[in-house]
């Protein structure tokens, strides 16, 4: 008890010093907001003063014990007292961050993650939000190490070299001009150097019209909100090396299109609707839809399409729900014996995620189906195994447990393991074969570290099979940050 009130008494003496100092220094109209956290901070030592007092006459008045009893029960109260100087800290940790941001000038308001999640947004990517006004910078980074299996599931030998890449270097860039208002994009650097694999591109920008608090238009180059990593696709936010295939594959992450639309909440439930522009199927391939991103470059939109999600949030942590994307992919380029076909393109997924009590639990399925898929065969000139397929559909279960848990939220250590199934000819025409490479299992076993929140080393291991038996293991370490 000595201790922590010797503590206490301590932070509230520094936080007091730099208040006062503050208050010669900063301009007048931060003057009131001062003066009402030196109110604060001095009800607080008030507070102490008395639990001095109150310890003291306990001390006085206590009888003589035995020398084995028990601690709680010399002090009569001891645990309340405990707990009360505990309250105590919070609270003076809580001021000292106001005074900070007073003496800075850059006071913010409150978004917490589940608000991000809402917005379809990362944590770092909802950086403009806290702002009452003005320029908003944020970002994140990744690298990754990938180490492959000298031998694939058969036996046979694979040469596959070891890489070390900087995967992507982001900055979010916003400006809120007023309570209405907020521009918000996201600018990528992709492997580093554009003279060799590297590139760089819009992940995302756009306006929003905050028309309440519960409801707002967004219109720009727009993250398609589907699944669990393409809007939240930060590094310390999705768990893994490696970001999961079939959010790769038939959610095609990272998936972003031109469009429009409106997100919101109400009560536990948040949803998001657009309309942007479609797919484009002359660059699908036996592996799925991620060639067909248009990525707001001169995008085609003979064909537009619909999006959809709704999440269902009971308790703080965890969430549920799904969405549908609905459109034509052919963007008046796949015409067969003069025909123009759309190569409609439906994808729909189910989703949840609970955080809680250390635990973390992630789950999604999702499928896609492509209607005239003849055609479009017949126009790419695939044949055989190469074939676009008429559906795809896959999986994972994801499972981790902090077991830091009990010492605080500050740093986190956390075993994950995570299992993974994806089939991008899971439907072919007759006449064409599947490639059974294509069916594919991934067990994923690992560890992630957080010594704080915003930076996060990960290291794994996957075993990888196919039907065809050439799936290649391979060991992932990544770093990555978010500010």
């Known amino acids: 008890m000595a201790l922590y009130r010797m503590i206490l008494r301590l932070c509230t003496g520094v936080v007091l010093a730099t208040a006062l100092l503050m208050t010669a220094t900063l301009p007048l109209q931060a003057q009131a907001t001062n003066e009402e956290i030196l109110k604060k901070l001095e009800e607080i030592e008030k507070r102490l003063q008395r639990l001095e007092q109150r310890q003291q006459e306990q001390e006085a008045a206590k009888p003589e014990v035995e020398p084995m009893q028990k601690e709680e029960d010399r002090k009569p109260g001891g645990q309340e007292m405990t ?3 505990e309250q105590l800290r919070r609270q003076v940790d809580v001021l000292a961050e106001e005074l900070e941001k007073v003496r800075s000038g850059e006071e913010e308001l409150v978004v917490t993650p589940d608000d991000a999640k809402s917005l379809g947004v990362g944590p770092a990517a909802a950086s403009v939000y806290r702002k009452k006004s003005g320029v908003s910078l944020a970002g994140y980074g990744e690298m990754l190490y990938q180490n492959f299996d000298s031998e694939n599931e058969s036996g046979a030998a694979v040469n596959q070299s070891s890489q070390l890449d900087f995967l992507r270097a982001i900055i979010y860039a916003g400006y809120r001009f007023n309570d ?10 992709e492997h580093s150097a554009t003279d060799r694999e590297g590139s760089v591109s819009m992940e995302f920008a756009y306006i929003d019209y905050l028309a309440s608090d519960h409801f707002a238009l967004r219109g720009g180059l727009l993250l398609v909100p589907m699944g669990l990593v393409n809007e939240f696709h930060e590094p310390n936010v999705f768990v893994g090396a490696r970001r999961p295939e079939v959010e790769s594959r038939i959610i095609p992450t990272t998936w972003r299109e031109n469009g429009f639309g409106f997100h919101g909440s109400a009560g536990i439930f948040d949803y998001r609707a657009y309309v942007v522009n479609g797919l484009r199927a002359s660059d699908f391939d036996s592996n799925g839809l991620r060639g067909g991103r248009q990525k707001g470059s001169e995008a085609r939109a003979d064909n537009l399409a619909f999006v959809g999600r709704l999440d269902v949030n009971p308790t703080p942590g965890v969430f549920f729900g799904g969405s549908l994307y609905r459109g ?21 997924e189910i989703h949840g995620q609970a955080q809680v009590r250390g635990f973390d639990i992630r789950g999604l399925y999702a499928t896609a189906d492509l209607d005239d898929t003849l055609e479009l065969n017949q126009f ?6 190469d074939t676009v397929a008429e559906k795809m559909r896959g999986g994972y279960f994801h499972v981790g447990y902090n077991v830091l848990n009990e010492f605080g939220e500050r740093a986190s250590l956390m075993p994950y393991y995570r299992f993974e199934f994806l089939d991008t000819q899971d439907e072919v025409l007759p006449g064409f074969i599947k490639d059974p490479s294509r069916e594919r299992i991934f067990n994923t076993l690992g560890l992630e570290f957080k010594p704080i929140y915003n930076i996060v080393l990960k290291a794994d291991y996957q075993w990888i099979s196919n039907e065809a038996d050439t799936g290649v293991n391979q060991f992932n370490v990544a770093l990555g940050y978010s500010f």
């Open 380 to 385: 790419l000139g695939l044949s055989g195994e």
């Open 180 to 189: 209405k208002f907020i521009f918000n994009s996201e600018i990528e650097v």
């Open 83 to 85: 707990v009360d100087v």
């Open 328 to 348: 034509g992919s052919g963007q008046g380029e796949v015409v067969v014996n003069g025909q123009d076909f759309d190569v409609t393109t439906t994808i729909a």
